[in-house]
């Protein structure tokens, strides 16, 4: 038997996959960035601590945390639902009766611009600074300091008496 190929519809298997493999891009992309935000977010929390000497506890709802681990899940539920297109397009190839919809590219589109407006205030947000009491002018990791050689020069004192 020689079959000839289909070109058009080789064509369109092809299209469908370099489709899915875009959305599987974008939800790489977005399970990244929910990581780069998580991380990011506690990063700067450890350097307000050290800078102020206080420990910086985030109890809202709203933050880079939640706002990561979102944007992780997202990409996970992306990558679950491109999946999901991908066979519904690769059966509606093989029975030729494609079916074009913009429902994903509406639904996405929208939930990254909902995400894009929730971020908003996360770049605008400047936390109040602690004030800085008269006795702590000293960090808690330059008051340990001290204390530690103020410790060891009454040793070094006591030996030599």
């Known amino acids: 038997m020689n079959r000839t190929p289909n070109f058009d519809r080789l064509?369109?298997?092809?299209?469908?996959?370099?489709?899915?493999?875009?959305w599987l891009r974008t939800s790489i992309a977005l399970?990244?960035?929910?990581?780069a935000i998580a991380r990011f977010g506690l990063f700067l929390r450890q350097l307000e601590s050290a800078v102020t000497g206080h420990n910086i506890d985030s109890h809202s709802a709203i933050n880079s945390?939640?706002?990561?681990?979102?944007l992780a899940i997202l990409g996970i539920v992306l990558i679950a639902f491109s999946l999901w297109r991908y066979n519904q397009i690769f059966r509606?190839?093989?029975?030729?009766?494609?079916?074009?919809?913009?429902?994903?590219?509406?639904?996405?589109?929208?939930?990254?611009?909902?995400l894009g407006v929730l971020t908003i205030p996360f770049v605008?947000?400047?936390?109040?600074?602690?004030p800085k009491q008269p006795s702590s002018?000293?960090?808690?990791?330059?008051?340990?300091?001290?204390?530690?050689?103020?410790?060891?020069?009454?040793?070094?004192?006591?030996?030599n008496i």
Request: charged share 20%.
């Open 124 to 130: 605008l947000w400047r936390q109040p600074s602690v």
């Open 11 to 22: 064509r369109e298997h092809q299209a469908n996959e370099r489709t899915f493999l875009a």
């Open 65 to 70: 945390q939640n706002l990561g681990l979102g």
């Open 137 to 159: 002018s000293k960090s808690a990791a330059a008051r340990q300091n001290s204390l530690l050689s103020d410790d060891l020069a009454q040793k070094i004192e006591r030996k």
């Open 92 to 114: 509606q190839i093989e029975n030729s009766d494609y079916q074009p919809s913009r429902l994903m590219v509406w639904l996405t589109a929208g939930i990254v611009m909902i």
């Open 31 to 35: 399970i990244g960035f929910g990581f």
